[in-house]
């Protein structure tokens, strides 16, 4: 074949199209060093070549990447071409798939756009406690340092826990119910409210009013009422049944309180730290084992400490970074009476 120069045959538009669309194809079906060479000879023959090449092979990968997206489109089998007629087609067919590409590109970007748009993150500082007024007329209440994100689509409510510790006033819609997503387990509402807690390794649920449905991986779903709760694991469900004294504690945080009923203090510490930026540390094992009861604040841990102190041999030791070590304290020995003089 000859070279095509600017005045040629293949001067035009679409034939340097066609042209170039042939060449690719030959040269994605296991091209021979002569293949590659009449290539190379007819893309430096004219820089028109070039632009036509690099578009047919930007067009071909783009419809390479979104052809499992684009699976309606057929393709006709990249042979190499006879007339010129099926070499127009070839172009014309790469160039729609390539359009087709970016139409579905944009497509997907304003899907996701919008759904990420469509997600509201909640979250509160260390010692912070919100209250959140959701568009439905539900309440969203986020204790300490923690994390939540809101969806609401026509079909449904959904929450994700991301971290900490949040209750839910669930307002009434049978037709979109409240889904609470808090790592493995799934939490279902109507008209409810309740608590849900994440620790270390293991989920707390407390059910104050109504009732919910909650499952966790692929078991079966179980309805918790009103008054009780349950321990939630990857694959574990245990329902429990609350006392009123219990709620009260698991809620206490609502209002800005801390309830211990007899807690060790270590679990006491824990509590705490939980408003706290610098921690309580047990720097006694004999000190984390004794036990204290008590309303407080939740921002007010140095009444805690004092009163603690106060009732049980503990002392308290400031650190420079604001953190507090917990000692046990050592009764001081009576002091031995004088011998009498002989």
């Known amino acids: 074949m000859q070279a095509s120069g600017p005045g040629s045959s293949c001067g035009s538009r679409t034939a340097i199209e066609a042209e170039a669309a042939r060449l690719l194809a030959r040269l994605s079906s296991d091209p021979t060093p002569q293949n590659e060479a009449e290539l190379y000879a007819w893309v430096e023959a004219d820089p028109r070549h070039a632009v036509a090449f690099a578009q047919a092979e930007a ?59 469509d997600v509201d993150r909640y979250k509160t500082a260390v010692g912070e406690i919100r209250n959140v007024a959701l568009s439905d007329g539900s309440a969203l209440h986020l204790n300490s340092d923690s994390e939540a994100e809101v969806r609401y689509t026509d079909n449904g409510r959904k929450v994700r826990l991301i971290k900490g510790e949040a209750s839910f006033q669930v307002a009434h819609d049978k037709d979109r119910p409240f889904e609470v997503e808090a790592r493995s387990a799934v939490v279902r509402a109507v008209g409810t409210v309740f608590n849900v807690r994440l620790r270390p390794s293991l989920i707390e649920l407390t059910v104050t009013r109504g009732a919910i449905t909650v499952r966790c991986g692929d078991k079966a779903a179980q309805r918790v009422a009103a008054g009780n709760g349950a321990v939630l694991q990857p694959r574990n469900i245990v ?11 698991r809620t206490a945080w609502r209002h800005g309180m801390i309830v211990l009923n007899g807690e060790t203090v270590e679990q006491a510490a824990g509590e705490f730290n939980r408003y706290r930026v610098a921690p309580i540390l047990i720097g006694d094992m004999r000190a984390s084992s004794l036990r204290i009861s008590g309303h407080f604040r939740t921002n007010d841990s140095h009444g ?34 004088a011998p009498s003089p002989a």
């Open 239 to 249: 329902l429990t049944r609350l006392d009123p004294d219990m709620i009260s504690q």
């Open 304 to 337: 805690f400490l004092a009163q603690m102190q106060g009732r049980l041999p503990v002392r308290v030791v400031d650190g420079e970074d604001g953190s507090v070590m917990l000692l046990y304290r050592d009764e001081p020995e009576q002091a031995k009476p």
């Open 59 to 117: 067009a071909w990968e783009a419809a390479e990447r979104l052809k499992c997206a684009a699976a309606d489109v057929q393709l006709p089998p990249l042979t190499e071409m006879v007339s010129e007629e099926q070499q127009r087609r070839l172009s014309r067919n790469i160039i729609i798939a390539a359009a087709l590409a970016v139409t579905l590109f944009i497509i997907a970007a304003i899907v996701t756009l919008r759904t990420f748009n």
